[in-house]
T-cell receptor, first 113, second 109 residues
Framework: DVKVTQSSRYLVKRTGEKVFLECVQD?????MFWYRQDPGLGLRLIYF???????EKGDIPEGYSVSREKKERFSLILESASTNQTSMYLC????????????FGQGTRLTVV | GQQVMQIPQYQHVQEGEDFTTYCNSS?????IQWYKQRPGGHPVFLIQ?????EVKKQKRLTFQFGEAKKNSSLHITATQTTDVGTYFC?????????FGKGTRLHILP
């Protein structure tokens, strides 16, 4: 059974903290994605990685960075968390080539207080 | 960059009625994907359409891809309570999967 696992289901952090969200996939996928989901705004792409150490900005990268040191792991970093980063964060992975489905993790509900 | 617009944002239907959600892109799409997210869950892939004018069916669900490959639709016949959730379309932009805002379907008993 394919799996994308996010390290936390729920997280509460203080404003200004550095926050790490971890995602691991066991499908040997080249592509990995970080999205945030907010009511009425759908899924917005934060960052995308197509290979180890390779990354591209998505549509809303401001305030975020990412790390991909190993193929199976993709980390999202909030350098200094702010209340407007309170959201549901979803990690996904897929094979490369553009015609393959994405598999999602269960999501991390982050609250910044 | 490429945007994928989806309407309506919300839809309430009586159980047994039909439901349709529409997806439009500002640019020609290489493919269109559809996902379903149940309440409290994560998006799950339903189907992918690649060819111009393509129509695919999954039981009560019918998916269409426009001739110009700029629009798509998902039609559910005779909705059931299990159809509740948010349906997303997604287009591909240089291997990045770009989602529409989704249509949240509510079923009234």
């Amino acid at each position: 059974d394919v799996k994308v696992t996010q390290s936390s289901r729920y997280l509460v952090k203080r404003t200004g903290e550095k926050v790490f969200l971890e995602c691991v996939q066991d499908m040997d996928h080249e592509n990995m994605f970080w999205y945030r989901q907010d009511p009425g705004l759908g899924l917005r792409l934060i960052y995308f990685s197509y290979d180890v150490k390779m990354k591209e900005k998505g549509d809303i990268p401001e305030g975020y960075s990412v790390s991909r040191e190993k193929k199976e792991r993709f980390s999202l970093i909030l350098e200094s968390a702010s209340t407007n980063q309170t959201s549901m964060y979803l990690c996904a992975s897929s094979f490369s080539g553009g015609n393959t489905e994405a598999f999602f993790g269960q999501g991390t509900r982050l609250t910044v207080v | 960059g490429q945007q994928v617009m989806q309407i309506p944002q919300y839809q309430h239907v009586q159980e047994g009625e039909d439901f349709t959600t529409y997806c439009n892109s500002s640019t020609t799409l290489s493919n269109i994907q559809w996902y379903k997210q149940r309440p409290g869950g994560h998006p799950v892939f339903l189907i992918q359409l690649v060819k111009s004018g393509e129509v695919k069916k999954q039981k009560r669900l019918t998916f269409q891809f426009g001739e110009a490959k700029k629009n798509s639709s998902l039609h559910i016949t005779a909705t059931q309570t299990t159809d509740v959730g948010t349906y997303f379309c997604a287009g591909n932009r240089d291997d990045k999967i770009i989602f529409g805002k989704g249509t949240r379907l509510h079923i009234l008993p």
